[in-house]
C-alpha cells in the first residue's frame, strides 16, 4: 500500500503563516506530481498548488505569491508554506500524489487525511 499524511495545521492569525508538510510512506517506486487542494465548510475542494518530480509548480490565482510548494524527492516529502494568510482561507488542506507502488507497477492518484487550517483572530 501507499499512504500520505500531512501535518502542520492549526489556527494562525490573519496575515500569518503556516508550513503545511506532507509524508508519503509504503510500497512506493517513484512518486510523480504532488499538490495541495483545500476544502473550505460547505465548498467543494479547490486545487492549491501542484509539483512535478521535476520542481515546476502552479499555483491557484488567488494563492500566487503568497504560498509556495516544494518537495523532498529523497524523503517523499512535500511542503506547503503559506503566508499573508486570510480568514476565507480556512479549510482542510489534502496533500494529493500520483503514485506508483513497486507491488502495483501502475500509476495512481492518492490522498491524505486532510489537515485543518484555521484562519481567525
Known amino acids: 500500500h501507499a499512504q500520505l499524511v500531512e501535518s502542520g495545521g492549526g489556527l494562525v492569525q490573519p496575515g500569518g503563516s503556516l508550513r503545511l508538510s506532507c509524508a508519503a510512506s509504503?510500497?512506493?517506486?517513484?512518486?510523480?506530481?504532488m499538490a495541495w487542494y483545500r476544502q473550505a465548510p460547505g465548498k467543494e475542494r479547490e486545487f492549491v498548488a501542484t509539483?512535478?518530480?521535476?520542481?515546476?509548480?502552479n499555483y491557484a490565482a488567488s494563492v500566487k505569491g503568497r504560498f509556495a510548494i516544494s518537495r523532498d524527492n529523497a524523503a517523499k516529502m512535500v511542503y506547503l508554506q503559506m503566508s499573508s494568510l486570510k480568514p476565507e482561507e480556512t479549510a482542510v488542506y489534502y496533500c494529493?500524489?500520483?503514485?506508483?507502488?513497486?507491488?502495483?507497477?501502475?500509476?495512481?492518484?492518492?490522498w491524505g487525511q486532510g489537515t485543518q487550517v484555521t484562519v481567525s483572530p
Open positions: 509504503g510500497s512506493i517506486l517513484i512518486i510523480n506530481d
Open positions: 509539483i512535478t518530480r521535476g520542481e515546476r509548480t
Open positions: 494529493n500524489a500520483a503514485i506508483i507502488r513497486r507491488d502495483l507497477g501502475v500509476l495512481d492518484d492518492y
